[in-house]
């Protein structure tokens, strides 16, 4: 593979100097930013992130921010979620969805007042749609992009890490709320969520400026935790079942197709620009469906472009992200399949990168 020229569009973070003297090995492009995603390799990055704890720079996770009067409106517009019993300090998984139910992005919605959220994106330019929603119903508010970068501290010791750098107030954060804490004068959201189920916080670095200081922080206060530099790992998070838009899904899909029905509330979102849409093709149900798949045989190489599923030599779906789990002992992956195939136990056949191989739905994701 050759090397990726860099230049002013393809961004740097506040944390790129940390990543590249941690010895990074490759990085992807998300939202025009750099995205780590490999270090020692991703097997042992896998293993570290289990066992120990790691500082992810995920400042490519960028911040919508919705500020004034209209915030809450704006963002009850744009996602079939009912945000009504939402209170400040809370993370909300929200589908993004446009006029035709189809997803745009599935971020993390940040409510840090009654008139300002983040809207904490996935890989596509939410923050477009998002402007033109704003103008185009003239509403009273500011949408912008600020100098904001989360840090993911992820793994089973980032509890003791993070206690160490910002006091044990860090350990009383439940899942997906959030709490204000000081770094060097800075007033720092820290949350505890991430792209992984080790546990863990992120924390949303305000200003550019104190990235490489807390990062070092960091670093200094978990030598002997065993604390690395890490990234969202393609294998853990399949195990996870944690999904990826641009990969595993795409405005081509309901947020139903992609299971996130749970986290869809349409006949009480009301003003979300998708209901109608949704409200129509949810009466029928979908009829295709992530599901976990296991892929038998040898490890299979990742996944670049969709792998056609067939079962009785028809198509039947597609694989969209696949790894060796070392933990599971087989190959694990994220797929798209219609309902006449998707009951767990359905054996198929996956066109992967190393030719044909058996595989069979699996009753639920592995973590
Ligand atoms: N954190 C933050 N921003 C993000 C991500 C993140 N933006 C980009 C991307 N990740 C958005 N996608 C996801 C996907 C899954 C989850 C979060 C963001 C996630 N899901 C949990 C699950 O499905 O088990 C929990 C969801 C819940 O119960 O509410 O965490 O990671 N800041």
Redesign the pocket.
């Known amino acids: 593979m050759a090397v990726i020229s860099p230049s002013r569009r393809l961004r740097r973070t506040p944390f790129s100097d940390g990543v590249e003297a941690a010895g990074v090995k490759a990085y992807t492009v998300y939202n025009r930013m750099l995205l780590p995603t490999m270090f020692e390799s991703v097997e042992a990055d896998y293993r570290h992130l289990k066992d120990h704890v790691q500082v992810w720079d995920?400042a490519v996770?960028r911040q919508v921010e919705l500020r004034g009067p209209d915030a809450g409106r704006l963002m009850q517009m744009l996602t079939p979620r009912d945000l009504r019993r939402m209170l400040p300090g809370q993370c909300?998984?929200v589908p993004i969805v446009d006029e035709t139910g189809g997803m745009l992005n599935?971020?993390?919605a940040v409510k840090l007042a009654e008139d300002r959220w983040w809207i904490?994106?996935?890989d596509s330019d939410l923050l477009l749609w998002v402007k033109g929603i704003a103008n185009g119903y003239r509403l009273d508010v500011l949408v912008d992009e600020p100098d904001i970068s989360?840090l993911a501290i992820q793994g089973p010791k980032s509890d003791d890490l993070m206690a160490r750098v910002f006091g044990d107030r860090v350990r009383d954060i439940r899942f997906?709320r959030f709490d204000m804490f000081q770094f060097e004068g800075r007033d720092l959201a820290i949350?505890r969520?991430?792209?992984s189920?080790q546990g863990g916080f992120?924390i949303y670095v305000d200003g550019t400026d104190i990235g490489m200081p807390l990062w070092n922080a960091l670093f200094a206060a978990g030598q002997d935790l065993n604390v690395r530099a890490g990234c969202p790992n393609a294998i853990e998070r399949v195990e996870?079942?944690?999904?990826s838009?641009g990969n595993d899904m795409t405005d081509d899909n309901t947020p139903h197709e992609c299971g996130l029905g749970r986290?869809c509330d349409t006949r009480t979102a009301i003003g979300c620009i998708g209901r109608d849409a949704l409200l129509r093709v949810s009466k029928e149900g979908p009829v295709q469906q992530i599901r976990p798949i296991a892929i038998d045989g040898d490890p299979v190489s990742g996944c670049d472009r969709p792998w056609p599923v067939f079962a009785d030599g028809k198509r039947v779906g597609q694989v969209t992200s696949a790894a060796w789990s070392p933990d599971f002992a087989t190959n694990v992956s994220i797929g798209m399949v219609r309902m006449t195939h998707w009951d767990p136990g359905t054996r198929l056949e996956v066109e992967t990168r190393d030719g044909l191989r058996g595989a069979t739905v699996q009753a639920a994701f592995w973590l």
Request: aromatic fraction near 24%.
């Open positions: 995920v996770e909300y998984y599935d971020p993390v904490s994106i996935a989360p997906f949350a969520s991430g792209y189920k992120e996870a079942g944690l999904l838009y986290f």
